[in-house]
């Protein structure tokens, strides 16, 4: 089955602990993507990647560090989480990243709780 | 003016009826529009991608509208699994990023 799997689904942490999400694809896609969406402003775009070894800053960068190493996964790492990254974080994927007809794919989302 | 928007609704409508949602965008140069389905706390999915000539696809009618600068998403014959939140989603240029907007929900009662 086509899909995007992230872990873990649910976390809470405390401030300046370490933590990754892991995010993974088997759709071969080559842009994967992170968006974290809280109460009243909607998704943002946190992490973009064109290809392996290739990303770059979306809207809201600050505070998140991401690798891709791999075309399949794209984890997202929080080197000293605050409580203002308690949030619902979605990974995505689509084939090339743009078009009309370049579907993004969500990830199930993982719910984030710094203390 | 935000990149987005959307009226958050709710809209509250029977069974049955027909709902129109609009979402304005703010960059002219904005290439790709689509509407994405997300029910409560689940993830965002890809209901229709709007093309400039419009589209439909079963109860749902998709419409552009370059010169105002925005979108408008039509249900027809409203069903209870319809109750979600509609978000606006648009493409700047062909490969960079998508702008979301903060979504429309519809709650559909028998």
């Known amino acids: 089955e086509a899909q995007v799997t992230q872990n873990p689904r649910y976390l809470i942490t405390v401030t300046g602990k370490k933590l990754t999400v892991t995010c993974s694809q088997n759709?071969?896609?080559?842009?994967m993507s992170w968006y974290r969406q809280d109460p009243g402003l909607g998704l943002r775009q946190i992490y973009y990647?064109?290809?392996?070894?290739?990303?770059d800053k979306g809207d809201v960068p600050e505070g998140y560090k991401v690798s891709r190493k791999e075309k399949r996964n794209f984890p997202l790492i929080l080197e000293s989480p605050s409580p203002n990254q308690t949030s619902l974080y979605f990974c995505?994927?689509?084939?090339?990243?743009?078009?009309?007809?370049?579907?993004?794919?969500f990830g199930p989302g993982t719910r984030l709780t710094v203390l | 003016r935000k990149e987005v928007e959307q009226d958050p609704g709710p809209f509250n409508v029977p069974e049955g009826a027909t709902v129109a949602f609009n979402c304005t965008y703010s960059?002219?140069?904005?290439?790709?529009f689509f509407w994405y389905r997300q029910d409560c706390r689940k993830e965002p999915k890809l209901l229709m991608s709007?093309?400039?000539s419009g589209n439909e696809d079963g109860r749902f009618t998709a419409q552009l509208n370059r010169a105002s600068q925005y979108i408008s998403l039509l249900i027809r014959d409203s069903k209870l699994s319809d109750s979600a939140t509609y978000l606006c989603?648009?493409?700047?240029?062909?490969?960079?990023?998508?702008?979301f907007g903060k979504g429309t929900m519809l709650l559909v009662s028998p």
């Open positions: 995505a994927s689509s084939s090339r990243g743009g078009g009309l007809t370049d579907t993004q794919y």
């Open positions: 759709m071969n896609h080559e842009y």
């Open positions: 990647s064109m290809n392996v070894e290739v990303t």
């Open positions: 960059n002219s140069a904005s290439q790709s």
């Open positions: 709007v093309y400039s």
């Open positions: 989603v648009v493409r700047n240029s062909g490969y960079s990023t998508l702008t």
